[in-house]
Structure formats: structure tokens, C-alpha cells
């Protein structure tokens, strides 16, 4: 059964600081696999995708990492601000599927105070 | 672009009323989703539509829930007769497909409807 498994399940840290979110899934056979950031209230919005051949992407002070022999993906955060504060979905899609079959983590909710 | 246009933002009923959730999907794109979020079960896929033709409702809770598109521009979700635990945030999304890569598209989110059955 493909899952996706995201952690910590939340997280709070103060404004400036850097962390990490971690994704380890078992969706196969993989084909991508994206990060959302959800505001409080919002729908989610695509940080990054990252398809089997890289590695590493950045989008601004967001930097998403995949190891695809370990099927785990990270999140870091640098400099955090409090507008960082959200939830972060990992979402990972299987190749050779319809459109629609991507499986969602449950999120890591972070929280950074002044 | 206004992006993805979801109506009512809020919706509260009681059970057993008819409730009907509006999409307006972003201009262009052929592949429309509904999801429901909710504190127990995170974001479930519910159907999508390509090019208007739903392609897999296999996430529809059941016979109470019926989606439809009748053209590009417009889907709606309903649910008869709701129930208490219909209650979560439905999200309409859309996304364009890349020939041939239909599982790179980038999906955007429209703001949600919150439905509360009392």
C-alpha cells in the first residue's frame, strides 16, 4: 500500500532559526514528489516538486532534498519568519498512473515564534 | 488570473439538507480535483475531471456525494442528504496537463469551502 509518512508532527521554533521536515514514503513506482505549504484557512500551495533524477531544489529560503534509494525526502527552512508559520504537506505521485493518484502525507504543522 | 474560485466559503446546514459546493477552475486548465480535509484524515482526494469527464471517483465516500462538470469553467460537489460527518473543508483544484506527463502537473488549491453539519 503506498503511504507517505511525515515528521514531527509539529513543530515550534523561534523566528531566525533554520529547520528540518522530513517525508519517507513508499509509493512506487515513484515519480515525483512535491511539497505544499498550507496557510491557516488556505488551500495548499506547491513549494517544490522534484522528479527521481534530482536530488535537490531550492525556492528561496526553502530547500527540499530527495533520496530516492531511501525514499525520504526533507524540507529545510533557513532563517525562519513567522510568516513560515504553516502547515507543510509532502505529496507523492506514482509513475504510469492517472493524474490523480498521488498520495498525501498528513503534514508537519510549524509554528515559529518571536 | 483569479485563480481557483470556490463558492460558499462557508456553508452551515442540518443534517439531511441538500448542500451543493462550487468550483470555477483556473482558465485553461483540463484537469479539475476535489478534496476534503479534515483533522482525522488530512487531504483525500474525493474525483477528478479531464477535460470534464470524471476519470476516477474511486474516493467518494458514497452515494451521497455526486460531482459533476458540466463544462471547462465550472464543477460542483453535492451532498444528499449531508450528515455531521460531512463536516471538513472541501477544496476545488486545477491543474494544466504537460503532454504525456499528466503526474508533473503542479495542481493549485482554490481557498476552500468549510461545511459544517449540524
Known amino acids: 500500500k503506498n503511504q507517505v509518512e511525515q515528521s514531527p508532527q509539529s513543530l515550534i521554533i523561534l523566528e531566525g532559526k533554520n529547520c528540518t521536515l522530513q517525508?519517507?514514503?513508499?509509493?512506487?513506482?515513484?515519480?515525483?514528489l512535491r511539497w505544499y505549504k498550507q496557510d491557516t484557512g488556505r488551500g495548499p500551495v506547491s513549494l517544490t516538486i522534484?522528479?527521481?533524477?534530482?536530488n535537490t531544489k531550492s525556492n528561496g529560503r526553502y530547500t527540499a532534498t530527495l533520496d530516492a534509494d531511501t525514499k525520504q525526502s526533507s524540507l529545510h527552512i533557513t532563517a525562519s519568519q513567522l510568516s513560515d508559520s504553516a502547515s507543510y504537506i509532502c505529496v507523492v505521485s506514482a509513475r504510469n498512473t492517472n493524474a490523480g493518484k498521488s498520495t498525501f502525507g498528513d503534514g508537519t504543522t510549524l509554528t515559529v515564534k518571536p | 488570473d483569479a485563480g481557483v474560485i470556490q463558492s460558499p466559503r462557508h456553508e452551515v446546514t442540518e443534517m439531511g439538507q441538500e448542500v451543493t459546493l462550487r468550483c470555477k477552475p483556473i482558465s485553461g486548465h483540463d484537469y479539475l480535483f476535489w478534496y476534503r480535509q479534515t483533522m482525522m484524515r488530512g487531504l483525500e482526494l474525493l474525483i477528478y475531471f479531464n477535460n470534464n469527464v470524471p476519470i476516477d471517483d474511486s474516493g467518494m465516500p458514497e452515494d451521497r456525494f455526486s460531482a459533476k462538470m458540466p463544462n471547462a469553467s465550472f464543477s460542483t460537489l453535492k451532498i444528499q442528504p449531508s450528515e455531521p460527518r460531512d463536516s471538513a473543508v472541501y477544496f476545488c483544484?486545477?491543474?494544466?496537463?504537460?503532454?504525456?506527463?499528466?503526474?508533473?502537473?503542479?495542481?493549485?488549491f482554490g481557498p476552500g469551502t468549510r461545511l459544517t453539519v449540524l
Open positions: 522534484m522528479t527521481f533524477s534530482e
Open positions: 483544484a486545477s491543474s494544466l496537463s504537460r503532454t504525456g506527463h499528466p503526474q508533473y502537473n503542479e495542481q493549485f
Open positions: 517525508c519517507n514514503y513508499t509509493v512506487s513506482p515513484f515519480s515525483n
